[in-house]
C-alpha cells in the first residue's frame, strides 16, 4: 500500500500562489507517475496535472498550463504543484494521486489517492 498526504492548501486572493505538497509513503517503488486532481463543489472530479517517475514529462489541463508546475522529488517521495496567478475558478479540493504506471489524464489509472486539500481563491 502506499499512502499519500496532502499539504499546502488555503484562503488567498485573485493573483496569489500557493504550491501544494504530497509526500508519499509506504510501498513507494510501485509508484510511477503521480498526478493532481480537483473537485469544486457541485462538480466532477476533475485531472489538473500529471508528472512522470523521471520528472521529465508532464501534461497540464488546458486552463492552468502556464500557470501551475508540476514536479517531485524521489528522494523525499513527494510531489509539488506550485500554483501561480490563481484564479476563482481554481477554487477547489486537491486531491493528489499515485499510478503504478505511465503518465495518464484517467482518474481510474491512478491507485493510490490522498485525503485532499483545500484551495480557496477569493476574487
Known amino acids: 500500500q502506499v499512502q499519500l498526504v496532502e499539504s499546502g492548501g488555503g484562503l488567498v486572493q485573485t493573483g496569489d500562489s500557493l504550491r501544494l505538497s504530497c509526500a508519499a509513503s509506504?510501498?513507494?517503488?510501485?509508484?510511477?507517475?503521480m498526478g493532481w486532481f480537483r473537485q469544486a463543489p457541485g462538480k466532477e472530479r476533475e485531472f489538473v496535472a500529471t508528472v512522470s517517475w523521471s520528472g521529465d514529462v508532464t501534461y497540464y489541463k488546458d486552463s492552468v498550463k502556464g500557470r501551475f508546475t508540476c514536479s517531485r522529488d524521489n528522494a523525499k517521495n513527494t510531489v509539488y504543484l506550485q500554483m501561480n496567478s490563481l484564479k476563482p475558478e481554481d477554487t477547489a479540493a486537491y486531491y493528489c494521486?499515485?499510478?503504478?504506471?505511465?503518465?495518464?489524464?484517467?482518474?481510474?489509472?491512478?491507485?493510490?489517492w490522498g485525503q485532499g486539500t483545500q484551495v480557496t481563491v477569493s476574487s
Open positions: 494521486a499515485a499510478s503504478r504506471y505511465g503518465n495518464t489524464v484517467r482518474s481510474d489509472d491512478y491507485a493510490y
Open positions: 509506504g510501498r513507494t517503488f510501485s509508484i510511477g507517475a
